[in-house]
């Protein structure tokens, strides 16, 4: 595989940030030749939203979210200079809308509203609505063996191996008790461990 020519997968977990930068990036993605495979594993806020778009395929995790608005900027002068910022605002609006209609098909007017209102989008609403193709699913769950007993979380081991790592770190000898095979052993031997190292800080 030459490099630039494969299949890729971009992440996505952003509140947003400069439309600009947002429309290099969705460009670049948009000119890549392979497949982009984007995945929202957080949030995909106002201009990483945009960036979401150029998808080749865009899934979402069950328990992210998507919103989409008005873009906003910070103006400062006379009357004139009010009215650029405004018809600015309206044409990167019209730009950002591109972006939206040619993924979800939605009509202009439709996102125009949703825009307006600041829509927050969860999983399902972003697949219902064409913003994203679908939700995450644990892949490969049924292919996962059964874990064998000695592979299961145990913890008797688990205070067995601290207990020793923290005899050997603190240069004492192990309590001459049994280690414990039982999870379900008395409460007064683990405090009668713990003391012994207590009493060697």
């Excluded at 865009?58 to 405004?86: D, F, W």
């Excluded at 098909?105 to 996102?111: D, N, V, W, Y």
């Excluded at 064409?130 to 892949?139: L, Q």
């Excluded at 592979?151 to 191996?161: D, E, I, K």
Aim: net charge negative; charged share 20%; hydrophobic share 45%.
């Amino acid at each position: 595989m030459n490099a630039g020519d494969g299949d890729i997968t971009v992440w996505i977990n952003s509140p947003g940030g400069d439309c600009v930068a947002a429309a290099q990036i969705y460009n670049m993605l948009m000119d890549y030749k392979g497949n982009v495979t984007v995945k929202i594993d957080g949030l995909a806020a106002s201009a990483a939203s945009v960036i979401a778009m150029a998808g080749t395929k865009v899934l979402v995790s069950p328990v992210s979210m998507m919103m989409i608005h008005n873009p906003a900027t910070i103006a400062m002068g006379n009357s004139a200079e009010m009215q650029k910022a405004i018809a600015m605002l309206d044409e990167v609006k019209e730009s950002i809308m591109n972006a939206y209609e040619i993924k979800t098909g939605l009509s202009r007017t439709k996102i125009s509203h949703l825009m307006d209102a600041e829509t927050w989008m969860d999983a399902n609403s972003a697949v219902e609505m064409g913003f994203a193709d679908e939700i995450m699913k644990r892949s490969d769950a049924e292919d996962i063996d059964v874990p064998q007993v000695s592979m299961v979380y145990s913890r008797a081991s688990v205070t067995n191996s601290l207990m020793e790592k923290l005899a050997q770190h603190c240069k004492i000898e192990k309590p001459a008790a049994e280690p414990v095979t039982d999870t379900g052993r008395k409460a007064d031997d683990l405090l009668e461990r713990l003391n012994l190292i207590k009493n060697h800080f």
